[in-house]
């Protein structure tokens, strides 16, 4: 059965470095997601993409992130210059439609500790 | 604003047990909701949903029922097993939103025990 994969399973990084998590979505899937879950919290939105570009991002998305695919298959999320606060799971997920639908397809997660 | 409570847990239950897991929403306009699963290891997957008032949702000998009157969508099983145990996730999803942005609930947390 398809699935989403998610690569590291967990990184730890120093305060300041730069840190990419990498994703490859369901192969004939349109549109990608990031999420993240800080320890405790709810899993929260943090940005769409389709056909290329950002269709949608939360206000956590600020400038420190960001979102490529750079060869048609994987699906990265950067940030730039990592804070202690961007400590949590985050999870990939891709679907094949947009809309309400809400058959988003998640990977494991990627857990990231910032020390 | 448009949010998802779910009740705390962990949840401990015997197998064969009864389970509700309580989820209530707040939200403008009309949404879909949804309960995701994550089993040990793996990630989230998704259980049942309903898109409309009144709708049931079912999977796996999970229901939820859409309770727009009490803007409820409470997941109960009759009898748990201890394959059951996973992280259980209450999410919305508003109409003619641009993407399928989910709005999750925090998770609750079942164990079954034999």
């Known amino acids: 059965e398809p699935e989403v994969t998610q690569t590291p399973s967990h990184q730890v990084t120093q305060m300041g470095q730069e840190v990419i998590l990498r994703c490859v979505p369901i192969?004939?899937?349109?549109?990608f997601y990031w999420y993240r879950q800080i320890l405790g919290q709810k899993v929260e939105f943090l940005v769409s993409?389709?056909?290329?570009?950002?269709?949608?991002k939360s206000e956590i998305f600020d400038d420190q992130f960001s979102v490529e695919r750079p060869d048609g298959s994987n699906f990265t999320l950067k940030i730039r210059s990592t804070k202690l606060e961007d400590s949590a799971m985050y999870f990939c997920a891709s679907s094949r439609t947009s809309g309400n639908t809400g058959e988003l397809f998640f990977g494991e997660g990627s857990r990231l500790t910032v020390l | 604003g448009n949010s998802v409570t779910q009740m705390e847990g962990p949840v401990t239950l015997s197998e064969e047990a009864f389970l509700t897991i309580n989820c209530t929403y707040t939200a403008t306009g009309y949404p879909s909701l949804f309960w995701y699963v994550q089993y040990p290891g793996e990630g989230l997957q998704l259980l049942l949903k309903?898109?409309?008032?009144?709708d049931k949702g079912s999977n796996k000998g999970f229901e939820a029922t859409y309770r727009k009157e009490t803007t409820s969508f409470h997941l109960e099983k009759g009898s748990v097993q201890v394959s059951d145990s996973a992280v259980y996730f209450c999410?919305?999803?508003?109409?003619?939103?641009?993407?399928?942005?989910?709005?999750f609930g925090t998770g609750t947390l079942l164990a079954v025990q034999p």
């Open positions: 999410a919305l999803s508003l109409y003619g939103g641009a993407t399928n942005k989910l709005i």
């Open positions: 192969s004939n899937h349109l549109y």
């Open positions: 309903a898109t409309k008032a009144d």
């Open positions: 993409f389709y056909n290329n570009e950002i269709s949608e």
